[in-house]
């Protein structure tokens, strides 16, 4: 790298899979900055101590991907966001040389359904929400800060819907996987935020039939990028996000920080990426 230059990481176990450094390497070259994105391969037992070493390895903070989320919050000062859905995907060093944590998954959410579908909660009525990881946590605490009060979680284990209503609040109600169709009829956005649909996983089986011509269905899968649920929406004609959206602009708060300009999601950058999806 040149003299000035800054650079992040994207830090997992495995991470040869993601496509985060083509995003960031792309808004660089861009954006005329001198800097540079790789890949750490971190196993869990090594992060916390390479974490606190991103300074001494040259790097202004990093993104975090599976299974270092939960690691992140703990190793870090997390802002309210990544403390309330319990996991950190953003790192970055301040000022003061503090690492601090936040959780862009929320805004990359929003932000992919404001650009794909605008007004999507314009009089929604009730969102219902698959799953119940940390995916899943910050899709509820996004549609929780946009003002949606009657929110739906439905997923395999009761327990783990149940532990997410305790921690984002009493309102929000649950309901057994086998009730996931019933819970259709009068939705206005159908969230997928389990792995369910992903390459070489099982269909999550949705009645689309059931939901109403208005709802707005967004999958937080991206491999395949038509996953079998927006298949079925994009067959009735119902307005959809896809995964690759929401990647695109969780990354752009990340970048922000580390390089000190807001890049753009722009048509040519989802372009490239679709093609090394090989869409």
């Not at 000035?4 to 997992?12: K, L, P, Q, Y």
């Not at 790789?38 to 992060?47: D, L, Y």
């Not at 946009?146 to 739906?152: A, E």
């Not at 990647?247 to 580390?258: D, E, I, K, N, P």
């Given at each position: 790298?040149?003299t000035?230059?800054?650079?992040?990481?994207?830090?997992?176990?495995?991470?040869?899979?993601s496509?985060?450094?083509?995003?960031?390497?792309?808004?660089l070259?861009?954006?005329?900055?001198?800097?540079?994105y790789?890949?750490?391969?971190?196993?869990?037992?090594?992060?916390p101590?390479f974490?606190?070493?991103?300074?001494?390895?040259?790097y202004?903070?990093?993104?975090?991907?599976v299974p270092?989320k939960?690691?992140?919050?703990?190793?870090?000062?997390?802002?309210?966001r990544?403390?309330a859905?319990g996991?950190a995907?953003?790192?970055?060093?301040d000022?003061?040389?503090?690492l601090?944590?936040?959780?862009t998954?929320?805004?990359?959410f929003l932000d992919?359904?404001?650009?794909?579908?605008?007004?999507?909660?314009?009089?929604?009525?009730?969102?219902?929400?698959?799953?119940?990881?940390?995916?899943?946590?910050?899709?509820?605490?996004?549609?929780?800060q946009?003002?949606?009060?009657?929110?739906?979680?439905?997923?395999r284990?009761?327990?783990?819907?149940?532990?997410l209503?305790?921690?984002?609040?009493?309102?929000?109600?649950?309901?057994?996987w086998?009730?996931?169709?019933?819970?259709?009829?009068?939705?206005?956005?159908?969230?997928?935020a389990?792995?369910?649909?992903m390459?070489?996983q099982?269909d999550?089986e949705?009645?689309?039939e059931?939901l109403?011509?208005h709802?707005?269905?967004?999958?937080?899968?991206?491999?395949?990028?038509?996953?079998?649920?927006?298949?079925?929406?994009m067959?009735?004609?119902?307005?959809?996000?896809?995964?690759?959206?929401m990647?695109?602009?969780?990354?752009?708060?990340?970048?922000?920080?580390?390089f000190?300009?807001?890049?753009?999601?722009t048509?040519e950058?989802r372009?490239?990426?679709?093609?090394?999806?090989?869409?």
């Open positions: 790298m040149t000035g230059a800054r650079a992040a990481c994207v830090i997992g176990w495995p991470i040869g899979h496509r985060s450094p083509l995003i960031h390497n792309y808004w070259k861009a954006c005329r900055l001198p800097g540079e790789r890949r750490e391969a971190v196993p869990p037992e090594q992060f101590d974490v606190q070493s991103l300074a001494a390895l040259g202004a903070g990093a993104n975090v991907t270092h939960e690691a992140a919050l703990a190793c870090s000062q997390p802002d309210d990544a403390r859905v996991a995907n953003t790192l970055w060093l000022g003061g040389g503090a601090r944590s936040t959780n998954d929320v805004e990359g992919n359904l404001d650009a794909s579908a605008p007004d999507w909660n314009r009089d929604l009525n009730k969102a219902v929400v698959l799953g119940a990881g940390g995916a899943a946590r910050a899709v509820v605490y996004g549609l929780l946009r003002g949606v009060g009657n929110i739906v979680v439905v997923n284990s009761r327990e783990r819907a149940d532990a209503r305790e921690r984002l609040g009493a309102g929000i109600r649950t309901l057994p086998e009730e996931r169709n019933a819970a259709l009829t009068d939705a206005g956005l159908l969230v997928n389990t792995t369910l649909g390459q070489g099982p999550p949705i009645e689309v059931r109403p011509a709802t707005v269905v967004t999958d937080l899968v991206y491999v395949p990028l038509q996953t079998p649920l927006l298949r079925a929406a067959g009735r004609r119902l307005r959809t996000a896809d995964g690759l959206g990647l695109l602009h969780q990354a752009v708060r990340g970048f922000s920080l580390w000190g300009q807001r890049p753009e999601v048509a950058l372009a490239m990426v679709e093609a090394d999806l090989g869409t």
